[in-house]
């Protein structure tokens, strides 16, 4: 489990929808397909994973907090906040 | 199979002895551990993890009242306690602990455990778990961020129920009084009550499974 939570990103990669989808199965350790408006926390994606991820962004020059991806965590609301922010 | 059930019997055993010191430190509280099936994919690991989470909560709960005890579900996820119960439920791996008390006692109880970090973990959710201050006094620590993250978790499973409002992490910060007694400090205002520079005393026992954190608020 840990051995799959330590790959890693370059700070050269898009940031971009499928980043995000191919992070988010990476952390949840499955390689189904995930339903973009559906809630990651049935996927078993907890806490300190978020929190892997708002790190991982953070290296990126994204700032999110725990709690914005905590308040709607699917993708398409990660991939609209992840936008907003590389926009802002 | 068999080493895979083998490994997750050692680790359910090694929690165990986390829990023995949670329930010393916590007389008037039930805590109880129930393993899940971890086979499968992310959907039915998490649904076996929910299960075994709400087997605790019913076994805790029954300890502490004579009486079935079963957890509902709120709308965002956390779990909602029979009338007169307050506590927390909590999931690693295959292991699920839930810790129930009586709101006679507690008016919020969380628990929260956690597999050891790596550093490179550590290194990596540091900057978004950590204030600056606890980034200052622990580093990249992979124990120290380890019990930092968990014991917010805590402090929110315990807090977040009575003051009806989200927070996240920089909203406390762990600290070490007189160097030796752990202590969350909240870093602002999240109520009237709970302002910036109140303490809470989480309970933080690090085993070899991971680390174990509570905190328990007094009714």
Not at chain 1, 67 to 88: C, F, M, Q, Y
Not at chain 2, 9 to 22: K, N
Not at chain 2, 36 to 65: K, Y
Request: hydrophobic share 45%; aromatic share 6%.
């Amino acid at each position: 489990m840990t051995k799959d939570m330590n790959v890693t990103v370059t700070t050269t990669e898009a940031i971009n929808f499928d980043w995000l989808e191919a992070r988010v199965a990476t952390l949840i350790e499955d390689e189904g397909p995930i339903d973009p408006g559906e809630s990651l926390i049935f996927y078993g994606l907890d806490s300190l994973r978020v929190m892997k991820l708002a790190g991982e962004l953070k290296e990126h020059g994204i700032t999110v907090s725990f709690e914005d991806l905590a308040k709607d965590p699917t993708l398409n609301a990660w991939s609209a906040l992840i936008d907003a922010r590389k926009g802002g | 199979m068999r080493a895979r059930v083998a490994k997750a019997r050692a680790v359910y055993d090694d929690w165990q002895v986390a829990l023995g010191q949670l329930r010393a430190a916590l007389p008037t509280c039930r805590v109880a551990m129930r393993s899940a099936d971890c086979a499968g994919g992310a959907r039915e690991r998490r649904a076996a993890q929910h299960d075994a989470g709400r087997r605790a909560a019913a076994a805790a709960g029954m300890d502490l009242t004579g009486m079935s005890c079963l957890a509902g579900r709120g709308a965002d996820g956390a779990p909602e306690w029979p009338n007169g119960l307050c506590g927390s439920i909590s999931h690693c791996g295959g292991c699920s602990v839930a810790m129930v008390g009586a709101l006679a006692h507690w008016s919020g109880l969380g628990i929260d455990i956690e597999q050891h970090l790596n550093t490179d973990i550590a290194a990596e959710i540091a900057p978004v778990a950590l204030t600056q201050s606890e980034q200052d006094e622990f580093g990249c620590d992979p124990l120290q961020v380890a019990l930092a993250f968990s014991a917010k978790e805590s402090l929110f499973k315990a807090l977040n129920p009575l003051i009806k409002k989200r927070f996240d992490f920089d909203a406390a910060e762990l600290c070490w009084a007189g160097g030796c007694e752990p202590q969350l400090r909240l870093v602002y205002d999240l109520s009237p009550e709970w302002s910036a520079g109140r303490t809470i005393q989480p309970i933080l026992i690090p085993c070899r499974a991971g680390v174990l954190t509570a905190v328990a608020l007094s009714a």
